[in-house]
């Protein structure tokens, strides 16, 4: 089975600086999918970045990139230029590249990140 | 616009009693999904559908029923509640049942039985 680790429960950081929040998975699959999801006191899920397993350029969107390390098993995801609005629990996720798994994203226990004025 | 939207955001209930959230999605999306977030707030899926058509059952008690009147909307039906249901249920859903897509979630229905 698989599973996902945020080793970090908790993290704060400065505004408009950077911040980086770990990720490690485990499986035995080659091919899956690896996401970040943001949830802000809101609650609403919003996602942040998805990364390819097959694809070893790291993705980015903005602000926000990963260090996606296959053989490691690892997806951090850095956020530059922290800004207030970035406040938020911050979750790892795994999906599998097999039929039946359509949305079955196995997640990690989130990282609650708060940036500081 | 809301792209997934759910109701009611609330509920506070009590054991024994039977509730019904609904969910509807606007972004034209063929599949759409359940989760659950618990009191530690770790997130798992309960269901996933297809064109109306049930695909992942992950070992949910038989008290949830998921229905899809149509591929726009997924509602669920929870009888005899119980207090460890308590939870934030989320709906989603993503474009097709290619795996990879990405999922999208509603704002969550905060479920409190007592």
């Known amino acids: 089975a698989q599973t996902v680790t945020q080793s970090q429960p908790e993290m704060s950081v400065q505004e408009a600086e950077t911040v980086t929040l770990s990720c490690t998975y485990d499986?035995?699959?080659?091919?899956?999918?690896l996401f970040w999801y943001k949830q802000p006191p809101s609650r609403q899920m919003i996602l942040v970045i998805r990364q390819e397993a097959y694809k070893q350029q790291n993705a980015t969107e903005n602000r926000f990139s990963v260090n996606f390390q296959k053989a490691a098993k690892s997806f951090s995801l850095k956020i530059s230029d922290s800004q207030l609005g970035d406040t938020a629990m911050y979750f790892c996720a795994f999906m599998k590249l097999m039929w039946g798994s359509q949305g079955n994203l196995i997640f990690g226990k989130g990282t609650k990140l708060s940036v500081k004025p | 616009d809301t792209a997934v939207s759910q109701t009611p955001k609330y509920l506070v209930t009590q054991m024994g009693n039977d509730k019904s959230i609904k969910c509807e999605q606007n972004l034209g999306h063929d599949t759409m999904y359940w989760y659950k977030q618990d009191s530690k707030k770790f997130l798992k899926i309960m269901f996933s559908?297809?064109?109306?058509?049930?695909?992942i059952n992950e070992t949910v008690p038989n008290r949830f029923s998921p229905k899809s009147p149509d591929k726009a909307h997924l509602n669920l039906h929870i009888n005899s509640l119980e207090l460890g249901d308590s939870a934030v249920y989320f709906c989603?859903?993503?474009?097709?049942?290619?795996?990879?897509?990405?999922?999208?979630f509603g704002e969550g229905s905060w479920l409190t039985v007592v």
């Open positions: 559908y297809n064109n109306k058509e049930l695909i």
């Open positions: 499986t035995s699959e080659s091919n899956y999918y």
């Open positions: 989603a859903s993503s474009q097709d049942d290619r795996v990879g897509n990405t999922i999208y």
